[in-house]
Each structure stands twice: as C-alpha cells, then as structure tokens.
C-alpha cells in the first residue's frame, strides 16, 4: 500500500502539463489516509524501540562501570609489576657493563627500551579516563 501511495505520488509529480492526468490529488490523498494508520503505529513502534534501546543502553553501561574500573586496575597492576620486573633487567645490563661482564643473553639490554614502550602504553590507557 504504501509503495502504490509512492509511485501516485511519483505519477503525479511527473504529469505533463496538457496531457490528461493519470493521477489527481485526490487519488494520492486517497491512498494515503489508507497508510497512515500503519505509519502512524510504526513511528509508535519506532518511539518505544528507541526506548527500549536507551534504557537497556543506560542499564548495560550501569553494569559493566565496576567491572571494568576492576579490569583497568588489574591491567595497571600488571604493568607495575611488569615494569618492576624490567626495571631489574635494566640495572643487570648497566651493573654486567660496569663490570665488563657480557651476559649470555640479550634480554636485560632491552628492559629499558621495553620500559619506555611500558610507560607509553601506561600513558594512552591513563588518558582512556579523560
């Protein structure tokens, strides 16, 4: 029904001036008044969905805030403990070169790099709270 009021409507726009109309105002009219019971129940079934969603939205967001500040403590801790950990490799590296000792592996050579990565990583989450 509504596509037929559609193309009335289309027919009507593209009536040529003096040539006899395939279509009035009345007949689109018509047609119409016909729908507007179904578009006026789905701007109504529109308005509640929109509702519905807002308040299953608002619920969702209300549920998951201690959730996930537990979440962002559990990742802060983390990399506290992980950049404590590096922070030993780190003096390792610089007390084996004092000492003019080579270490049988590379890894504490990189915790300091590695921490400066830590530190931006800590920076970009920080600023996720802003």
Known sequence: MQSQHQEAGKL?????????PSVTHSDV???GSQIAPAIAAEEKAQAEYDRLLSEYSSNIVTGLQDPLQRY????QAK???LTMVLSLGAVLHTE????KVK????????CTHVM???AAART???SANR
């Open 29 to 31: 009219d018509a047609l």
């Open 124 to 126: 970009i989450l920080n």
């Open 79 to 81: 990399i506290e403990e």
């Open 96 to 99: 084996s070169v004092a000492a």
């Open 72 to 75: 962002q403590e559990a990742i």
């Open 103 to 110: 270490l049988p592996s590379k890894v504490p050579a990189l």
């Open 116 to 118: 400066g990565q830590i």
């Open 12 to 20: 009507l726009a593209n009536q040529k001036l003096g040539e006899a």
